[in-house]
C-alpha cells in the first residue's frame, strides 16, 4: 500500500480514538451527576433511637426524644360530659400539636402547647389560648388533661421533675405509673423500629378515667 495513504488511514483511527475517548467519559460524568441528584431527592430519615439496655437508660433515652408522632383513638369517662374519638399527636422539640376529632359534642379542635403557652382552635375557626385554652378543653373533653407531662407517659416514661412512682414489666418496660395524681397503666406495647412504645394506656384520676389506643406510631 502506497505510504501517503496508509498514513491517512492511520490518522483517521487516531481520531477515531480520540473522539472515542471523550465520549465514554462524557457518559461516566452524566452518570454521575444523575446518581447525586437522586440522591438529593431522598434525604436520609432521622433513624429510630436504638432501644436501651437498663431501665435508667431507658428512661434518659425516651425522656429526651422530641420529634415523635402517632394517630389513635381515646375515650374518655366518669365525668357528665366525657366521650371518644380519634386523636393525632406530634411532638416537634418542645412543641406538642394534638388534634382532637370525632364525636365530641360540639366538634373537633386542635391544641398548640410549647412551654406555658397553650392556645386552641376549634373546627369552627374560634381561636382561644391561656385561661380560655384550658376552660375550652375542660369542656370538651370533661377534664383537664395534663398534656406536659402526657407527651412522656405516652412514650412509656415518667414526666422529668416530678416525684413518680413505677412499676416495671417484662424486659425493662413501664407497667404501671403513679404521678401528679394520676394512675397510669401501660396495658400493651407494640413493635416500632426495633423497639417497643405503648400500644395501649389507660389512666384514672379523680374518678376521671381515660382510654388511649394507639394505632400508629412513627419517629420523626
Known amino acids: 500500500m502506497p505510504r501517503p495513504i496508509l498514513t491517512s488511514i492511520q490518522h483517521c483511527a487516531a481520531?477515531?480514538?480520540?473522539?472515542?475517548r471523550p465520549t465514554w467519559h462524557w457518559v461516566r460524568?452524566?452518570?454521575?451527576?444523575?446518581?447525586?441528584?437522586?440522591?438529593?431527592?431522598?434525604?436520609?430519615?432521622?433513624?429510630?433511637?436504638?432501644p436501651a439496655g437498663s431501665w435508667a437508660e431507658r428512661q434518659t433515652q425516651l425522656q429526651s426524644a422530641d420529634?415523635?408522632?402517632?394517630?389513635?383513638?381515646?375515650?374518655?369517662?366518669?365525668?357528665?360530659?366525657?366521650?371518644?374519638?380519634?386523636?393525632r399527636w406530634k411532638q416537634n422539640d418542645s412543641r406538642s400539636d394534638v388534634a382532637f376529632f370525632g364525636p365530641l359534642g360540639t366538634g373537633g379542635f386542635e391544641i398548640a402547647l410549647e412551654g406555658d403557652k397553650l392556645r386552641v382552635r376549634t373546627s369552627r375557626g374560634e381561636a382561644l389560648d391561656g385561661d380560655e385554652a384550658r376552660q375550652l378543653i375542660e369542656d370538651?373533653?370533661?377534664?383537664?388533661?395534663?398534656?406536659?407531662?402526657m407527651r412522656y407517659w405516652l412514650l412509656?416514661?415518667?414526666?422529668?421533675?416530678?416525684?413518680?412512682?413505677?412499676?416495671?414489666?417484662?424486659?425493662?418496660?413501664?407497667?404501671?405509673l403513679t404521678q401528679l395524681g394520676w394512675e397510669v397503666r401501660f396495658a400493651e406495647y407494640q413493635a416500632v423500629a426495633g423497639d417497643l412504645l405503648p400500644a395501649r394506656v389507660d389512666a384514672v384520676h379523680a374518678g376521671?378515667?381515660?382510654?388511649?389506643?394507639?394505632?400508629?406510631?412513627?419517629?420523626?
Do not use: Y
Open 15 to 20: 481520531m477515531r480514538s480520540r473522539t472515542r
Open 67 to 87: 420529634r415523635w408522632r402517632f394517630e389513635g383513638r381515646f375515650a374518655i369517662s366518669g365525668v357528665e360530659s366525657g366521650g371518644s374519638g380519634g386523636i
Open 140 to 149: 370538651r373533653l370533661g377534664a383537664a388533661l395534663p398534656l406536659d407531662a
Open 156 to 176: 412509656g416514661v415518667p414526666a422529668p421533675g416530678s416525684e413518680a412512682s413505677e412499676t416495671l414489666g417484662d424486659n425493662q418496660r413501664l407497667a404501671a
Open 208 to 220: 376521671v378515667k381515660v382510654k388511649l389506643r394507639i394505632s400508629r406510631w412513627q419517629w420523626e
Open 29 to 50: 460524568a452524566v452518570a454521575g451527576l444523575a446518581f447525586i441528584l437522586l440522591a438529593a431527592c431522598h434525604p436520609l430519615t432521622k433513624p429510630a433511637p436504638r
